[in-house]
């Protein structure tokens, strides 16, 4: 059965933007990506999505360091079937920022994103504006 | 309930390299970030372990690019239950470099890592060589 999905050079299906935004509203967890003491890493974090924006609570370390430095980042979500051997993933690049004003914390509050982790109080937000939001499908060019 | 594994400054339980290594062993996925055009980047990749080392199957693009730089990446697999509000996660920090000796490739191929992607044959091979492999699980002090 022939997709009906765009393909990149790769052969992997591009999602629509209006795919990637449920996505990334839906994930329970995400990961983010950015360079402490001059190498990448990556972090999980339970997040939030606020106007278009990725917010996530954490407390002092390398995710707030980087925030205040306002690095690149990348942020990632993803699902997968591995029975049928699917699965696909929405990445996100923008610019990493604390969250200051008081007012902005307060209502993010309502966003009602609880870390899981919670045997330290994380109250600290960080913001990420995206410059560029894509997606990703695995498409398999057979029948099951 | 006081857990007895040791715990970072975060809050999270610290998990022994043993532990780190078996879930890399047996994650199905895991997902590689790299600074791509001087902007960091996550992708997600089916991996294998090949002696301590972390190694996947891709083709042209921005993955083998950075093998070919032999940049720094990074590598993370993890593990979670929504409902209990938990999860681990483990964290390589190495080298990307691409695998060239033909007797190097024909032995991993052996490792059966097939990319769930496969409308593009991905018959590149890329190596993690870490240097610092670290792991952590979510640790709630009070009993469900």
Redesign the interface.
């Known amino acids: 059965m022939k997709q009906s999905v765009p393909?990149d050079?790769?052969?992997?299906g591009v999602l629509p933007l209006e795919t990637c935004l449920e996505h990334l509203s839906s994930a329970?967890?995400g990961?983010v990506?950015?360079?402490a003491d001059?190498?990448?890493?990556?972090?999980?974090v339970n997040h939030g999505v606020d106007h278009g924006t990725v917010v996530f609570r954490t407390?002092?370390?390398s995710k707030l360091d980087a925030a205040e430095l306002q690095l690149?980042?990348?942020?990632?979500v993803?699902g997968?079937d591995?029975e049928r051997?699917?699965?696909w993933?929405v990445?996100v690049?923008g610019i990493a920022a604390p969250v200051a004003s008081p007012a902005e914390i307060a209502r993010l509050s309502e966003l009602r994103v609880w870390p899981?982790?919670?045997?330290?109080s994380r109250t600290s937000w960080v913001r990420i504006t995206a410059h560029e939001i894509t997606g990703r499908q695995?498409?398999?060019?057979y029948n099951y």
């Open positions: 393909e050079h790769t052969g992997m329970r967890i990961r990506a950015f360079l001059g190498y990448p890493i990556i972090l999980p407390t002092e370390g690149p980042v990348a942020f990632e993803d997968f591995a051997r699917t699965g993933s990445l690049r899981w982790a919670d045997s330290v695995i498409v398999h060019h």
